[in-house]
Every structure is written in structure tokens, then in C-alpha cells.
């Protein structure tokens, strides 16, 4: 059996979880998350908690049944209290600033980068080289955060770019110069 796919998930007060077939719907203080399962997953309601149970042990509904677990316990703990990732950008001149629902990014290149909030991903900049990206959805909070690290990858030479706050950096040594003769 599943470690995680057997624990059950326990539901906080004021959340409600709407079970309908293969569809759950999770409502919260935050917001509303909808998400179709695979039919061949048992999502029920066990008193205050959902349980995921699977049918047999085949290899996909064994892949299956944490993952569903854990998607659902992703779900109740983003409309109970959301999901945040946080950005830091490095390099001479590299700013960022909130405009409105627009994010302002100079990140040394001739033109700025402009990213703006979608319904669903809100970004502050409480500093110049921070960014946090927060949301209900962690994967969409996921995404988008890794879609702003792409307009400038941090290198390995000097660091400089948008890096996640907890990423290391592995640094490169820079080219070595030969001896005068």
C-alpha cells in the first residue's frame, strides 16, 4: 500500500469538499478548486477527512493513488492558505517593481521585461530584487514563477539573474589565463 496514498486527509473547518464522481470541488476562504481524477481512483468523504482508496494493485493505480491523495491535500491547503514563491534577482542594475497589475522587470537587457498578474497568480515586489509569486493553484504558483526565472536564468560565473530564494547556485570558475613566458 501507498505510504501517503492510505493517510487520510484531514478537511479544516470552514472548507467544503464536494465529491462528485471523479470531480472535486474544494471551497475555502480563499477561493474555489475544481479538478477532474482518473475514474479508476475511490475518492469519498469519511467524516472530517477524504480518503483515496484504489481498486487493485496495478502498477498505474498504485502510480495513481498517492498522487491523488496528494493533489487533493494541495488543493485544500491552497484555499485554506495558499501557496508562495519567492524570487530574488541579482545583478548590477537588475530592479523590479509592481506597476499597477504589471510587473516591471530591467534585467540588463535594451528593453524592459513586463509580466502581469492572471486571475488566478497574483506577484508583489516588496524590494527591488524581490518578487513573490503567490496563488491558490500550486501549480499554476509553480509555473508561473518558473516562466519569470526564465526571462533571466541566473549563470554560473558571477550568479547574476532571477533565482528562487532557496536555489544554490553552483558557481564556475571563470577561464584560466596561461603563464608569461
Known amino acids: 500500500m501507498s505510504r501517503i496514498g492510505k493517510a487520510p486527509i484531514a478537511v479544516p473547518a470552514g472548507v467544503d469538499v464536494k465529491i462528485d464522481?471523479?470531480?472535486v470541488t474544494v471551497k475555502g476562504p480563499k477561493g474555489t478548486l475544481t479538478k477532474e481524477f482518473k475514474?479508476?481512483?475511490?475518492?469519498?468523504?469519511?467524516g472530517a477527512a477524504v480518503v483515496v482508496e484504489r481498486p487493485d494493485d496495478a502498477k498505474e493505480n498504485r502510480a495513481l493513488h498517492g498522487l491523488t491523495r496528494t493533489l487533493i491535500a494541495n488543493m485544500?491547503?491552497?484555499v485554506t492558505n495558499g501557496f508562495k514563491k519567492e524570487?530574488?534577482?541579482n545583478g548590477v542594475g537588475f530592479r523590479v517593481q509592481k506597476q499597477g497589475k504589471d510587473l516591471?522587470?530591467?534585467l540588463g537587457f535594451s528593453h524592459q521585461v513586463i509580466v502581469s498578474d492572471t486571475e488566478d497568480v497574483t506577484i508583489e515586489s516588496p524590494a527591488p530584487n524581490k518578487i513573490i509569486v503567490s496563488g491558490i493553484d500550486k501549480q499554476k504558483?509553480?509555473?508561473?514563477?518558473?516562466?519569470?526565472?526564465?526571462?533571466?536564468?541566473?549563470?554560473?560565473?558571477k550568479g547574476k539573474g532571477i533565482k528562487y530564494v532557496d536555489e544554490v547556485i553552483r558557481r564556475k570558475e571563470g577561464k584560466a589565463g596561461k603563464g608569461k613566458k
Open 141 to 157: 504558483v509553480g509555473q508561473f514563477a518558473a516562466e519569470i526565472r526564465n526571462k533571466r536564468r541566473p549563470e554560473p560565473y
Open 104 to 106: 516591471v522587470m530591467n
Open 39 to 46: 475514474p479508476s481512483m475511490i475518492i469519498k468523504m469519511d
Open 76 to 78: 485544500i491547503e491552497g
Open 87 to 89: 524570487l530574488d534577482v
Open 21 to 23: 464522481g471523479t470531480t
